[in-house]
């Protein structure tokens, strides 16, 4: 079954650094998404992404944090400058259409520890 | 805001049913989501309602009412590795593709 698949697993960084967060999206989705889960809290959405630009971005997602599709597999997530409360599971979601029905296929997620 | 509401935690036996309730906003409501996420992993999706009344697929059905603001997630012939999170998540209007999560439900299931 194609999966999302999310590099690295984990990451630890220290506060102010640069990171980079990796996401290969399923082939023939068209919508890709960032979502974040604060350890013991709910899933947050962050950011959709759709024909190489922002769709549509939640509060959350301030001019720290950019996406971009460098080429035709990868979806990038980078926090230009991380804080101790970005540490959080971040996971990366891909739709095959922008209708909800479909749901999101979630890849396993990327654990940041910001230190 | 947009608040869901779920039952933080559950316990259920081995081969019983269990129904997980979830409420939320009614404002701007377009459909509800469940998804499943086994501890330190992702949510997997279970179900997507739009319309009143009951879903079945397999052994998991869902059940929606708009003008009341509640779903249900329904767990029939448990098995112990249906212990899981159980998300709630709504798509309200105003954001085509945001999706709200509830803060799920932890259900344990035991012999």
């Known amino acids: 079954e194609p999966e999302v698949t999310q590099t690295p697993s984990h990451q630890v960084t220290q506060m102010g650094q640069e990171v980079i967060l990796r996401c290969v999206p399923i082939?023939?989705?068209?919508?890709f998404y960032w979502y974040r889960q604060i350890l013991g809290q709910k899933v947050e959405f962050l950011v959709s992404?759709?024909?190489?630009?922002?769709?549509?971005k939640s509060e959350i997602f301030d001019d720290q944090f950019s996406v971009e599709r460098p080429d035709g597999s990868n979806f990038t997530l980078k926090i230009r400058s991380t804080k101790l409360e970005d540490s959080a599971m971040y996971f990366c979601?891909?739709?095959?259409?922008?209708?909800?029905?479909?749901?999101?296929?979630f890849g396993s997620g990327t654990r940041l520890t910001v230190v | 805001g947009q608040n869901i509401d779920q039952p933080t935690e559950m316990t259920a036996t081995e081969g019983a049913i269990v129904q997980i309730n979830c409420t939320y906003q009614?404002?701007?409501?377009?459909?509800l989501f469940w998804y499943q996420q086994h501890a330190g992993e992702a949510p997997t999706f279970l179900s997507y309602?739009?319309?009143?009344g009951l879903e079945e697929k397999g052994r998991f059905s869902s059940f929606l009412s708009r003008s009341k603001g509640y779903s249900y997630l329904l767990l029939k012939e448990l098995q112990m590795k249906d212990s899981a999170s159980y998300l709630c998540a709504v798509h309200y209007s105003g954001g085509y593709q945001k999706v709200t999560f509830g803060t799920g439900t932890k259900l344990q299931v035991i012999p």
């Open positions: 082939s023939n989705h068209l919508y």
């Open positions: 992404f759709y024909n190489n630009e922002i769709s549509e």
């Open positions: 979601a891909s739709s095959e259409s922008g209708r909800p029905s479909y749901g999101y296929t």
């Open positions: 309602n739009v319309l009143d």
């Open positions: 009614t404002s701007g409501f377009n459909g």
